[in-house]
């Protein structure tokens, strides 16, 4: 789900089991966690992957937001509370990363990797629920 869908999205399996009685099963995904990229936010991965979907994508409009290859894991983590209330407080802008350089063929292979790891976990979810 979208960031700011979170608390939203939080527990909606165990939700959704107890309303339906266990008769469907239920899992909540997020994209980001089966990607090797890091994290960004209307940055490069998500110009990419918008970029690979859409033709609606004006580049012309992108611009660097938080940039934090120089930052230490806690400076990141603290950004990080900020940006789950806000990303415009966080960011200044909104976006988290560098979106200038995305492209559809990045996009393309960042999609063809979610598609295949959410293939592999769906599977193997399908699998153990069986057993």
């Known amino acids: 789900g979208h960031h700011g869908n979170l608390k939203s999205i939080k527990n909606i399996d165990v939700k959704l089991q107890k309303i339906l009685k266990n008769k469907l099963k239920v899992i909540a995904l997020s994209y980001w966690h089966f990607m090797s990229r890091d ?9 990419s992957l918008m970029l690979a979907i859409s033709k609606n994508v004006k580049m012309k409009s992108a611009k660097k937001g ?9 400076e990141i983590a603290k950004i990080g509370k900020l940006a789950n209330q806000s990303f415009p407080k966080a960011t200044k802008n909104g976006i988290w990363g560098d ?8 996009g393309k292979i960042i999609l063809t990797e979610v598609i295949e790891n959410l293939s592999k976990k769906c599977q193997t979810y399908l699998t153990e629920s069986r057993s």
């Open 39 to 47: 994290f960004d936010h209307a940055g490069f991965v998500e110009t």
């Open 99 to 106: 979106p200038t350089k995305a492209t559809k063929k990045d």
């Open 66 to 74: 938080l940039i934090t290859d120089k930052m230490t894991k806690q």
